[in-house]
């Protein structure tokens, strides 16, 4: 198994609500990273998770909450979010041995 | 700290013909890694061919190609006969090799590649 699998594909959201966003990998890779992507623009480098420990956040405001459970699965919770956050959000992860991210295809968020 | 250019915003190639993607890069590091990574409207983010900064050969990938300038600082993708299916936008990416990285990535801003039938 090769791919990096996200839930939702879509959310939509109110500015009150909390929800979470789910990341999976069975490829025994131990760094998973969050990526927010606006429209046209790069992916944005949002936390990094290194042995299921949280190695970087990269300034990210506090209505994102990341979790780690195990090594497969990576959590990103939401709350009480704004407009300005709805985007583009991609998991990846990465083994030792490889120098490349795995994509997953990710989760486009609406936050009205 | 790197920095990643791609300064062609958009670029447009006929069927069959091959184009070429520009990405110049900034580091004082002597081993990294360069990417080019595809992402199609349907936004998942492949990868399309990567390059470790200590070989010399240019990597190949079926169709896919980079022209990599080490001293110069340059890593370009070429596509030859290009497909519909090459229509996406694609980002250049750098990752150091620096001890303790987390293998993370630095992309460039994105070309936007047409493809015309």
Redesign the interface.
């Known amino acids: 198994d090769t791919e990096v699998t996200q839930t939702p594909k879509h959310l939509v959201m109110g500015m009150t609500n909390k929800k979470s966003l789910k990341c999976e990998q069975h490829m025994g890779h131990r760094?998973m990273y969050w990526y927010k992507q606006k429209a046209?623009?790069?992916?944005e480098?949002m936390f990094?998770y290194?042995y299921e420990k949280l190695?970087?956040n990269e300034s990210v405001p506090s209505r994102f909450s990341p979790e780690c459970p195990n090594s497969s699965l990576l959590n990103l919770h939401l709350h009480a979010l704004q407009p300005e956050d709805s985007a583009?959000y991609?998991c990846?992860s990465?083994d030792r041995g490889y120098?490349?991210?795995?994509?997953?295809?990710?989760t486009?968020l609406t936050v009205l | 700290a790197q920095t990643v250019t791609q300064s062609q915003p958009e670029m447009s190639v006929q069927e069959a013909e091959t184009v070429t993607l520009s990405c110049t890069y900034d580091t004082s590091e002597s081993d990294y890694y360069l990417f080019w990574y595809k992402q199609p409207p349907s936004r998942q983010m492949i990868l399309v061919i990567r390059q470790e900064a200590y070989k010399q050969q240019n990597a190949t990938e079926n169709r896919f190609s980079v022209n990599f300038q080490k001293a110069a600082k340059s890593f370009s993708l070429k596509i030859s006969d290009s497909q519909l299916g090459d229509a996406a936008m694609y980002f250049c990416a750098y990752r150091g090799d620096y001890g303790g990285s987390q293998g993370n990535l630095i992309f460039g801003k994105g070309t936007k590649l047409s493809v015309k039938p």
């Open positions: 760094a046209k623009k790069p992916p480098l990094v290194s190695s970087i583009l991609l990846a990465r120098n490349e991210q795995f994509f997953g295809p990710g486009r």
